[in-house]
């Protein structure tokens, strides 16, 4: 099993910064994606961005692209996502999430691929 703990989330105004960590225990996956998930009220859970083990390549949604990095330091065990430029609609609960096969391309955006969840870090973002 692995356990997926986040932190780092807050209330932050439009425009600024915040860092979410994602720390993990317990069985490890080499050669494995982690990733981070967000779900705002009313709407369904969506990828954000992940990366695979080596740290490359990373993979972002669109909607953050430029504004966000993913990164993690294995020795750790940590994921970051690091995420600037804020904006209101940013406004979700971050869910980290890993998986336990090897994924590649789009694989890694499909939040069904993934088997071990965190609890979720609230992010929100003012205008």
């Known amino acids: 099993q692995v356990q997926l703990v986040e932190s780092g989330g807050g209330l932050v105004q439009a425009g600024g910064s915040l860092r979410v960590s994602c720390a993990a225990s317990?069985?490890?996956?080499?050669?494995?994606?982690m990733g981070w998930f967000r779900r705002a009220p009313g709407k369904e859970r969506e990828f954000v961005a992940a990366?695979?083990?080596?740290?490359?390549?990373?993979y972002y949604a669109d909607s953050v692209k430029g504004r966000f990095a993913i990164s993690r330091d294995n020795a750790k065990n940590t994921v970051y996502l690091q995420m600037n430029g804020l904006k209101p609609e940013d406004t979700s609960v971050y869910y980290c999430?890993?998986?336990?096969?090897?994924?590649?391309?789009?694989?890694?955006?499909?939040?069904?691929?993934?088997?071990?969840w965190g609890q979720g870090t609230q992010v929100t973002v003012s205008s």
């Open positions: 990366i695979q083990w080596s740290g490359y390549p990373t």
């Open positions: 999430a890993a998986s336990s096969r090897a994924l590649v391309g789009a694989l890694v955006t499909q939040r069904e691929r993934y088997d071990f």
């Open positions: 317990g069985r490890t996956f080499s050669s494995s994606p």
